[in-house]
């Protein structure tokens, strides 16, 4: 079994972006931080064999619902009540911006498999569902994240 400090340097970078594309920019490294705090104390008991990106990248998934849960239940204070929002703006956090678009399962499923190269069988077995459900998912939030990308080159949004 590796070092635990040499898994954190394999795998830290493609957790690092996970999370990222799942919780944002801002909470990331917090999740990511939670990440490898929880594996520490499993890593030991992680039977031979096992996948540990994919093990990792699971863990990441729990930590990021428990952000969601987290911040769902705390208000956010305003100086005053912002506008509706219309199309999805381009700011200079493109790509997060355009990301938060997505519903969460394309997110999910594009993160997985694109950024942290799980296959698709592994994302489906994350995700729950068809490992076909899995692709289709990456697949339609990659069209839409292409249709954003357009907008904004163009000057649309």
């Given at each position: 079994?590796?070092?635990?400090?040499?898994?954190?340097?394999?795998?830290?970078?493609?957790v690092l972006r996970v999370c990222r594309?799942?919780?944002?920019?801002?909470?990331?490294?917090?999740?990511?931080?939670?990440?490898f705090l929880a594996a520490l104390g499993a890593y030991p008991d992680l039977p031979e064999g096992t996948n540990v990106q994919a093990w990792l990248v699971t863990i990441a998934k729990r930590k990021a619902?428990?952000?969601?849960?987290?911040?769902?239940?705390?208000?956010?204070?305003?100086?005053?009540?912002?506008?509706?929002?219309?199309?999805?703006?381009?700011?200079?956090d493109g790509l997060w911006s355009a990301l938060k678009t997505l519903p969460v399962r394309q997110r999910e499923a594009?993160?997985?498999?694109?950024?942290?190269?799980?296959?698709?069988?592994?994302?489906?077995?994350?995700?729950?569902?068809?490992?076909?459900?899995?692709?289709?998912?990456?697949?339609?939030?990659?069209?839409k994240l292409r249709i954003l990308y357009e907008e904004d080159r163009h000057g649309i949004l």
């Amino acid at each position: 079994m590796k070092p635990f400090e040499q898994i954190v340097r394999e795998h830290g970078p493609a957790v690092l972006r996970v999370c990222r594309a799942v919780v944002g920019p801002d909470q990331a490294e917090d999740a990511w931080s939670e990440t490898f705090l929880a594996a520490l104390g499993a890593y030991p008991d992680l039977p031979e064999g096992t996948n540990v990106q994919a093990w990792l990248v699971t863990i990441a998934k729990r930590k990021a619902v428990d952000q969601h849960r987290s911040a769902a239940r705390n208000p956010v204070p305003v100086d005053e009540i912002p506008e509706p929002a219309g199309a999805p703006q381009m700011d200079t956090d493109g790509l997060w911006s355009a990301l938060k678009t997505l519903p969460v399962r394309q997110r999910e499923a594009l993160a997985y498999h694109h950024l942290a190269g799980l296959p698709y069988a592994e994302v489906a077995r994350l995700l729950g569902g068809s490992e076909a459900a899995c692709r289709r998912s990456a697949a339609d939030g990659i069209k839409k994240l292409r249709i954003l990308y357009e907008e904004d080159r163009h000057g649309i949004l």
